[in-house]
């Protein structure tokens, strides 16, 4: 079956140190997203992109990077300049102007 | 003015009761909505798709109002299990984005 599949499940961070969550699809689709959610609050958008080796600055951009080497993929990663992290962090996938998004299980990442 | 607003609630209904969520949006041109679920600490996943006046599936019906700039989210007869946080996305202005609302809980109680 298709889907998108986001690893770890849970992921506890140290201070000053970069983590990196996996994001995989099948779906064929073309864009990709990352979001993170805070208690109570809605999705806010970190980075996306459409197509392979380019990617776009979201809203909340800053301490996070990402890459688009394959379609399939698309890695997040935490730096340690990201000072408040933990949150549940949403991979999201679509066809560029289809019909809706298909979300990831999502990562819940703990700074310890 | 958000692009997409939506009360938080939380609605607390009866089993069998009628409940109607709505969801403004700032972009006149979207031309499709979307409603979600998502249950605690869960992904959010499509519940329905907006394209024109309206769509409706089984319990849940979702309707569109240009004029006013919202959509609306009907469930009929709710049940315990429609206990969950409701998201509704629209597209975002000159991209093909989708932003999303902060989500309306509802709870439904026996």
């Known amino acids: 079956d298709g889907g998108i599949t986001q690893s770890p499940k849970y992921l506890f961070r140290k201070e000053g140190q970069n983590v990196t969550l996996s994001c995989e699809q099948n779906?064929?689709?073309?864009?990709m997203y990352w979001y993170r959610q805070d208690p109570g609050q809605g999705l806010r958008l970190i980075y996306y992109?459409?197509?392979?080796?380019?990617?776009q600055k979201g809203d909340i951009a800053e301490g996070y990077s990402v890459s688009r080497e394959k379609k399939e993929s698309f890695p997040l990663t935490v730096t340690s300049a990201q000072k408040n992290p933990t949150a549940f962090y949403l991979c999201?996938?679509?066809?560029?102007?289809?019909?809706?998004?298909?979300f990831g299980s999502g990562t819940r990442l703990t700074v310890v | 003015r958000k692009e997409v607003e939506q009360d938080p609630g939380p609605f607390n209904v009866p089993e069998g009761a009628t409940v109607a969520f709505n969801c403004t949006y700032s972009?006149?041109?979207?031309?499709?909505f979307f409603w979600y679920r998502q249950d605690c600490r869960k992904e959010p996943k499509l519940l329905m798709s907006?394209?024109?006046s309206g769509n409706e599936d089984g319990r849940f019906t979702a309707q569109l109002n240009r004029a006013s700039q919202y959509i609306s989210l009907l469930i009929r007869d709710s049940k315990l299990s429609d206990s969950a946080t409701y998201l509704c996305?629209?597209?975002?202005?000159?991209?093909?984005?989708?932003?999303f609302g902060t989500g309306t809980r509802l709870q439904v109680f026996p």
């Open positions: 992109s459409q197509i392979v080796n380019d990617f």
């Open positions: 779906l064929n689709h073309d864009a």
């Open positions: 996305a629209a597209p975002s202005y000159n991209t093909d984005k989708l932003i």
């Open positions: 907006v394209y024109s």
């Open positions: 999201a996938s679509s066809i560029i102007g289809g019909d809706g998004y298909t």
């Open positions: 972009n006149s041109a979207s031309q499709s």
